[in-house]
């Protein structure tokens, strides 16, 4: 017969060859022979003596051949034969050493001590029949082939034998007529060697028994051999058949005390399952054989001591305190059935019952694939939970394979208080155990919470994660969790990989130490690996001190649970009024706006915040490792504290920062003024005032907003400007103004300045903002206009003070100017230096107010021709009376009104000379005026002057000279010539003046001038008539110009001013001054 293996069943050998077993009973035949013999010849001495009474050598001869002729091919020889007469006439024959070799194999069996009881009536009927034989000594060797079926032999290696063949040989012996009586047979102190090729080991045993008793017609055999195994206890085996003596089937039974689990794991394929434990077991087999010889149910019972699951030498060693299995197994369908399987140990304590079919793995191993179920469980594997889990019932369907060990779970069912959670996954023990587990929590069918933070962690060991789940325990404070989910690998060395997912309801939640907690959250939970995430879906927050905010979004997440400490990361999201949620960033342990300086009803509105903070996750972070970052999206926002003492409105804005500065973003009013802008606010020592940064709309209305309340169309259109706001303190704003004026229209009538919305420019101002507006710089730059000073506001938005550092309108007007208020409300206008251009002077409105004081440095009239040091103040009607230089030489008075330009100087000649028109002369008082024309720096002009004595006048000299007027050059080298009476009518235009008519006249001569003189090329083109002795001869000028007589030469003068040249045409004299009109050349550019 075979052990039971996957597939297959035992089956006799077919081998026919004669058996030692036969030889042995026939043996017991020859012995009862010999018992008549010795009887017959020793009856006397037999009678008298209980001893054992060896036979002479003769007879030992006699009945080893006796034996040897009645069974052909058996060899037989002992040491001894003795017989000795028990009570009651029980002879009993003793063989000492008797050694057999059996027939064909050559085989030996040696027995130490074999003895026959025989009956004693049928010796007196003549008849040999043995009652009991008993032998000592024996050796005997069983062998399992690999391929499952067993050989019974002797000592010597050879001639191998089926045991159901060896079997059905005893059977047939015992029903011989000559064995018949035979009842008892049994071997003591038998040595037995069992060699397992299947697993390639070798086991052997001293000191066994074996009793084979016929009863009735059946044939019973025990037996029992103590084995040990080089440990600290022994192994005691017992076995026993029983059979029908006419029958080939028959029934084992085996029990174990105290047996190394894995050895008794070896046997059967039923039993491969204990292979993985490293244990005592003690308990009880029974099967059973057909008349085929194969083998029937195998029923066990096991009781296994204290041990561990150890399925290779590299795993750990998992202990456990007791176990006990009652299982069947059928080899016809491979089935193993466990009606109770228990376990006791520290670590896990259950009750189980469960079906495996058996197979062969990939491996060629034993594989096991079922179900099983258990109830009373009890698990706390290493400690490892905070308490032991106790679940109700689980149902699991698995695979396992012993050689190399695999378990793999097709699904595991854990039940407990009407919790179900579903497993799969699968365990190894290559080199050291290695699992992956998948699994997750069943939910009602009404989709309710079934678990509460409680429940999670106490399926959660402490050991894993415990920074994150320290996490859990503290800030997921109460509600439900549903649709658990996990999965965990690991291998032993190494730390173990988790993935936990879960969703929570009306829960509580603490992201943050401190913090207000979130109530009535709803979202997920996981971990990943390393990473550790909570999202909320829902959820709100009590704010100390304010409102709710709806906290839906927020999320907690470690990217790495390693580190000591590790670090998280907490995305704050919050829905509500603007104040809550500048109330939450100011909560401990952030306190942003506190430490900013910042109030938290610095607006109102309504928020949506994310907020990003990082701090490690340690009971109290020290404020230094807190990092923060957020921005908000503020709607309907009012605020008249984020700008002091101005109202900002807006739409939307946009609000971010982090624990250095704060910004404020978007676009809204001012006061009534549009921007577009940012307020940016640093925080800590020596941080830098906050600062709003925008653009705004700029047109009239805005710049009166700011203090600037200009003339009605000085500003029109509409423009931007970049605004900048510096907030020293609530009474003390710096600001900055830039603009390129784009779209802005310009007016200034008094200064003949427009610029066309189309035109760019560059606007510039900067000052502060406080109960007044302080203008500290401004600028303004345009095409045709230029101007930088300064401006403060009175409280109430007037103005108090303009100064302008430079005005420059066109290319005339380049000054300083100062504005102040004046009596009656009026605005007092100073022009304090500079230079005004008369030549490319404008047409200036005749409406407008006269300075209150001008002061300039140059007044220019004409090229090369200016007044400096030129002061002038109100003279009534318009007109301005002033005072100044020619060309910073001789001093000047006048008038200057809208209608023209006077000009008067006491001392003629010094202004003459001073203006570069006369190098040497004294005396004489001058009047010029000059009227514009209405274009610019186009002048009509008349000049006077009286009693001017001149003296080195070049061109003069050279007209006498000329004439050969000796006198007159003495005269003018000399004293001079004196004209009494010298007045010109002339035009002005920018870089030509043009003399219609000039004359100087006095009693020595008289002199008529007209042409042009190009002032930027510094040329003459003139001509003029030459009277000498114009007392007499000027009797004629009322036929002529004044200047001329009624006899005069005519000359012309070209070239440079300096130096002209000068042309006489003495036969002009015959010409009479009547007709000199007709001959004059019309003056060039003239009429």
Do not use: C
Request: aromatic share 6%; hydrophobic share 40%.
């Amino acid at each position: 017969m075979k052990d039971p293996q996957p597939s297959s069943t035992g089956a006799p050998s077919p081998g026919r060859r004669r058996r030692p077993l036969r030889a042995a009973l026939r043996l017991t035949g020859f012995l009862a022979a010999l018992v008549l013999l010795a009887a017959l010849l020793w009856a006397g001495r037999l009678l008298m003596s209980s001893d054992p009474i060896p036979a002479p050598d003769w007879l030992r001869t006699r009945v080893a051949e006796r034996i040897e002729a009645q069974s052909p091919g058996l060899g037989v020889s002992f040491d001894a034969l003795s017989v000795v007469f028990e009570e009651r006439w029980q002879p009993r024959f003793r063989l000492d050493n008797l050694r057999l070799t059996l027939p064909v194999s050559g085989a030996r069996l040696q027995l130490d001590q074999s003895t026959a009881r025989l009956s004693g009536r049928a010796l007196l009927a003549g008849r040999v029949e043995p009652r009991e034989v008993t032998v000592t000594g024996a050796q005997l060797r069983l062998k399992r082939r690999a391929d499952g079926s067993f050989d019974l032999i002797g000592r010597a290696p050879e001639g191998d034998r089926s045991l159901g063949d060896a079997m059905a040989e005893l059977k047939a012996a015992l029903r011989r007529p000559e064995l018949e009586g035979l009842r008892r047979i049994e071997g003591l102190g038998l040595t037995l060697v069992y060699e397992d090729a299947r697993v390639g080991r070798r086991w052997s045993a001293d000191g066994g028994r074996l009793v084979l008793e016929r009863e009735g017609e059946r044939l019973v055999i025990r037996g029992d051999v103590s084995v040990l195994g080089g440990r600290s206890y022994a192994t005691l085996l017992r076995g026993s058949y029983s059979s029908a003596l006419d029958s080939r089937s028959g029934d084992f039974q085996f029990s174990v005390e105290d047996m190394p689990s894995e050895e008794l794991a070896t046997q059967s394929a039923a039993l491969a399952w204990l292979g993985v434990l490293r244990a005592p077991l003690s308990g009880a087999l029974r099967l059973s054989v057909d008349e085929a010889g194969a083998l029937g149910p195998l029923y066990a019972t096991l009781q296994i001591g204290a041990g561990v699951l150890r399925p290779s030498d590299e795993t750990r060693p998992i202990p456990f305190d007791a176990a006990r299995s009652y299982f069947s197994f059928n080899p016809a369908n491979q089935m193993l059935r466990f009606t109770e399987l228990s376990v006791q140990s520290q670590w896990v304590s259950l009750l189980a019952e469960g079906a495996f079919r058996l197979g062969l793995g990939p491996g060629g191993g034993v594989e096991m694939t079922g179900q099983l179920s258990a109830t009373e469980i009890v698990a706390n594997p290493g400690d490892l939970f905070a308490a032991a889990l106790r679940i109700g019932r689980a149902e699991a369907e698995l695979r396992l394979a012993v050689d190399p060990f695999v378990l793999e779970l097709g699904e595991l069912t854990l039940s407990e208080g009407g919790h179900a959670l579903h497993l799969s996954g699968w365990m190894e023990a290559a080199e050291g155990w290695e699992l992956g587990l998948a699994g997750r929590l069943a939910d009602p069918a009404d989709g309710s919470p079934t678990l509460s933070p409680d429940d999670v962690l106490g399926f959660w060991p402490p050991m894993a994660k415990p920074k994150t789940r320290g996490w859990v325990s503290k800030n997921l404070l109460e509600g439900g969790l549903s649709h658990l989910q996990f999965g965990l690998r690991a291998s032993e060395g190494s730390k173990p990989e988790l993935q936990l997912g879960f969703d929570f309801e009306d829960t509580t939640l603490t992201f943050l130490p401190d913090m207000p907690p979130v109530r009535g959250a709803r979202g997920h939970a996981s971990i990943d690996g390393h990473r550790f995430v909570v999202q909320s879906e829902a959820g709100l927050v009590n704010v100390p001190g304010g409102g709710v905010l709806d906290m839906a979004g927020t999320s907690f997440t470690v990217p790495d649970t390693r580190p000591k400490p590790a670090d998280a990361d907490l995305s704050l999201r919050a829905k509500g009024a603007l104040r809550d949620v500048l109330l939450l960033l100011d909560q401990a342990p952030l306190n942003l706006l506190s430490k900013a300086g910042q109030d938290p009803e610095m607006a109102d509105g309504d928020s949506l915040l994310t907020a990003q903070v990082q701090f490690p996750l340690m009971k109290k972070p020290p404020p230094e490792a807190i990092s923060v970052s957020y921005a908000a999206r503020v709607e309907d926002v009012e605020s008249r504290s984020l700008v002091p003492g101005r109202v900002l409105q807006a739409e939307a804005l946009e609000i971010s920062g982090n624990k250095q500065r704060i910004e404020v973003a978007g676009q809204g009013t001012l006061d009534g003024l549009g921007f577009d802008g940012r307020f940016d606010a640093r925080f800590g020592t020596g941080a830098a005032p906050a600062e709003v940064q925008t653009r705004i709309v700029l047109d009239a209305e805005a710049a009166s907003s700011f203090g600037l309340r200009l003339p009605e169309g000085t500003l029109s259109g509409r423009g931007t400007a970049d605004l900048a706001l510096v907030l020293h303190g609530a009474e003390d704003i710096g600001f900055r103004l830039e603009s390129d004026l784009a779209g802005l229209g310009l007016s200034i009538p008094a200064l003949d300045f427009s610029l066309a919305p189309a035109t760019r420019g560059r606007l510039r101002a900067e000052g502060r903002i406080g109960p007044e507006i302080k203008i500290d710089s401004f600028a303004l730059e345009a095409p045709g206009l230029e101007l930088a000073g300064g401006l403060t506001a009175t409280e109430g938005g007037g103005l108090e003070a303009l100064t302008l550092q430079r005005l420059k309108a066109g290319g005339w007007l380049d000054v300083s100017v100062r504005m102040r208020p004046a009596a009656g409300g009026e605005m007092a206008l100073e022009i304090t230096g500079g230079r005004v251009t008369l030549s490319q002077m404008p047409a200036l409105s005749s409406g407008g107010k006269l300075p209150a004081s001008l002061v300039l440095d140059r007044l220019v009239v004409s090229e090369g021709l200016s007044l400096t040091n030129f002061r002038g103040q109100p003279a009534g009607g318009g007109a301005l009376r002033f005072s100044g230089q020619i060309n910073g030489g001789a001093s000047v008075n006048g008038i200057w009104s809208p209608r023209g330009l006077r000009i008067e100087a006491a001392d003629a000649s010094g202004a003459l000379a001073s203006a570069g028109y006369l190098k040497q002369g004294s005396g004489g008082s001058m009047v010029l005026d000059m009227t514009p024309t209405g274009a610019p720096g186009h002048y009509t002009g008349h000049l006077e002057i009286t009693d001017i004595r001149i003296r080195e006048a070049p061109a003069i000299a050279e007209i006498l000279n000329a004439l050969s007027i000796v006198g007159l050059l003495e005269q003018l080298s000399g004293p001079g010539i004196l004209f009494s009476d010298v007045e010109a009518d002339f035009s002005l235009s920018p870089g030509v003046l043009r003399v219609s008519q000039a004359s100087a006249v006095g009693a020595s001569m008289g002199i008529s001038l007209d042409g042009l003189y190009d002032l930027k090329q510094d040329r003459l083109q003139m001509q003029g008539v030459f009277s000498p002795v114009y007392l007499l001869n000027g009797i004629g000028s009322v036929l002529t110009r004044k200047g001329e007589g009624l006899i005069g030469f005519s000359y012309r003068l070209d070239g440079p001013a300096s130096a002209p040249k000068v042309r006489v045409n003495p036969l002009s004299v015959l010409t009479p001054g009547m007709f000199r009109e007709i001959f004059r050349r019309q003056v060039p550019g003239g009429q």
